[in-house]
């Protein structure tokens, strides 16, 4: 039976884009880029207010960094009280990680010239059902 999402809960091979290589990605463009921030008072992880409004890889980099400290986030602070629009967001941004892929999509290739690896957002099954 073939799965509704890109990325079959029994799929272990699947070459998901490390938070190690997004940091990297984001280290090369030689411009600031947001982290999670720690509140020693509070002990908790947060996230600054607009820090949500980055591009596709800085979004992701958020949202893998939330997921290893799932626990640890203040979520309160990181969703501006709970705001739907953004809490919408990031269940989508979990739900379909970011991954490399082999083929190209021909939309990009007829507008763009590729020369480097690119990355996708797939749906994962398990983050969707788990």
């Not at 082999?102 to 007829?110: Q, V």
Request: charged share 30%; with cysteine; proline share 4%.
């Amino acid at each position: 039976m073939d799965s509704a999402y890109d990325i079959p809960l029994d799929d272990y091979s699947t070459p998901y884009v490390t938070i190690e290589e997004m940091q990297e990605l984001l280290q090369s463009r030689q411009k600031p880029y947001e982290q999670l921030l720690y509140d020693k008072e509070t002990k908790s992880y947060y996230t600054k207010y607009g820090a949500w409004e980055g591009d596709l890889l800085q979004v992701h980099f958020l949202m893998e960094q939330c997921l290893e400290h799932l626990d640890e986030i203040d979520w309160l602070r990181s969703t501006n009280g709970y705001d739907i629009d953004l809490c919408e967001r990031l269940r989508h941004l979990c739900a379909n990680p970011l991954v490399w892929v082999d083929e190209i999509p021909s939309e990009l290739t007829r507008q763009f010239v590729i020369t480097g690896k690119v990355a996708a957002e797939k749906s994962s099954e398990e983050r969707n059902t788990c």
